[in-house]
């Protein structure tokens, strides 16, 4: 399947940052240093668009406060 422009993006800067990116509260994916509003960083449906095609996978994950379930917090490229 093709990747879109931001898909090859972030594909790129994935492998730029060691192959892993992490959720960041606000739901902002980039490297664990990001630094909010000074860098780069990828929404979620980027990040699930990846993960859908096999290209990434979720590898951590966080429970939810209220106990309804869990959320991704890393994606790591396949």
């Known amino acids: 399947m093709k990747l879109s422009p931001t898909m090859e993006d972030l594909v790129r800067y994935m ?18 240093g990001w630094i909010f509003r000074a860098e780069l960083s990828y929404g979620t449906t980027s990040v699930e668009a990846l993960v859908k095609r096999g290209v990434a996978t979720y590898t951590k994950w966080q429970d939810r406060k209220s106990g309804n379930g869990r959320f991704p917090i890393e994606a790591t490229l396949a």
């Open 15 to 32: 492998r730029e940052h060691g192959g892993k990116i992490v959720r960041h509260p606000g739901g902002f994916w980039a490297h664990e």
